[in-house]
């Protein structure tokens, strides 16, 4: 049954423009980009471009689509409907889930392959970037339910992904900043950490701050979406 959801999911992500738009067009605009902008990059400035273009892929692929995704089968009836059949709760939302994270994995592991084609480094740790990818993609996805679990239909959720996004690049550009203060607090702001796990890894360090903040925040969204989370459309 699960399986059977899934696929369903995923035939269901091609068909919308939206999910598709960020599902294909945005990690094909990525991979161009990196062909034709960043040939000429110096290694020592591919990792932090890595780790910022993964916060890119997280929120533009996993976090919008799921936002999207389940706040449109919940207002459509469908997770009510799933309840009464022989899945559980937690076979619902892997069965919706689980396309999403799938699509967001291979998105990354494209792009990170695209990147070393056209000149980037090899990871020097890459169990800290496999650590990034693990961490981030369900972070990501949690982020997107605990959003759509405040939003009352697919049109408001253009406002209440905002402040997601514009805490997760802001937390990207304050990584960057040469105040080791600023960088310390950009680490620790909900997706950002994945971000810096990315960077970090590829450049050879281990963040704890951005791994801690990033375990951190998995277990309070976690919290939050199983607490606020609605199955039935709000009012």
Not at 106 to 116: C, D, E, K, L, N
Not at 165 to 193: E, H, K, Y
């Amino acid at each position: 049954m699960v399986v059977h959801l899934a696929l369903t999911e995923l035939r269901l992500l091609f068909r919308k423009k939206l999910t598709l738009a960020s599902v294909l067009l945005v990690p094909a605009v990525l991979c161009v980009t990196a062909w034709l902008q960043l040939r000429d990059l110096p290694a020592s400035e591919w990792p932090v471009q890595l780790g910022f273009t993964y916060v890119m892929l997280l929120t533009l692929s996993v976090f919008l689509v799921a936002t999207t995704v389940f706040t449109a089968r919940r207002q459509s009836l469908v997770l009510k409907r799933l309840r009464t059949s022989e899945l559980s709760d937690n076979g619902v939302f892997a069965g919706i889930a689980g396309p999403i994270l799938v699509v967001g994995l291979a998105q990354s592991v494209i792009y990170f392959g695209v990147s070393m084609a056209v000149g980037a480094p090899v990871p020097s740790q890459v169990a800290v970037v496999l650590v990034g990818l693990v961490l981030g993609l369900p972070s990501a996805l949690l982020a997107g339910i605990v959003t759509a679990a405040f939003s009352r239909s697919v049109e408001v959720t253009q406002v209440t992904a905002i402040p997601v996004l514009l805490v997760a690049m802001a937390g990207m550009f304050m990584l960057r900043s040469p105040d080791d203060m600023v960088a310390t607090i950009g680490s620790a702001l909900p997706l950002a950490g994945p971000g810096e796990l990315i960077a970090e890894g590829w450049a050879g360090s281990v963040p704890i701050v951005s791994l801690v903040a990033t375990i951190g925040w998995l277990l309070v969204m976690g919290f939050v979406a199983h607490r606020f989370f609605k199955w039935e459309p709000r009012q």
